[in-house]
């Protein structure tokens, strides 16, 4: 946004928690598989690394997180090296829509079948009220 001819306006955000906001970050020592608990810290620290628009920003928000899942059990190296894995991903990249590999363009979940037919097949029936 350019206000007059000299002075640029920048909007930045960091993310905000409400005070009444607990520590509800899945435990360490849940029986959830090891991947999912080793995954959900990369994903969340991903998560702010997309949503602030500073490195200022990010680190600020990410010595919060890191505290709240050492406080919830992980280890010290999980959260580190889920921290630095997100820091390095250009912010830009996260910003972009991306499609889903899981996902055809109209939505429905992908289903290989081995037709390479693409035409949707319908299917109808008529109606009475009886």
């Known amino acids: 946004m350019l206000i007059g001819r000299q002075h640029m306006v920048k909007i930045e955000t960091k993310l905000y928690t409400k005070p009444s ?3 509800t970050i899945l435990r360490a020592d849940s029986y959830h598989p090891r991947h999912t608990k080793t995954s959900v810290p990369f994903s969340r620290f991903l998560r702010y690394r997309r949503n602030c628009s ?3 920003y990010f ?3 990410s010595i919060t997180l890191k505290q709240k899942r050492i406080n919830r059990g992980y280890s010290v190296d999980i959260v580190e090296s889920a921290d630095f894995k997100a820091c390095a991903h250009d912010r830009n990249s996260l910003l972009l829509k991306t499609k889903s ?3 055809n363009n109209d939505g429905a979940t ?3 079948t081995g037709d390479t037919n693409k035409t949707p ?3 109808s029936t008529a109606y009475r009220i009886q």
Do not use: C
């Open 101 to 103: 590999k899981d996902k």
């Open 121 to 123: 097949i319908y299917f």
């Open 54 to 56: 500073t490195l200022e």
């Open 21 to 23: 906001a607990g520590n």
């Open 110 to 112: 992908k289903r290989d």
């Open 59 to 61: 680190d600020e928000q």
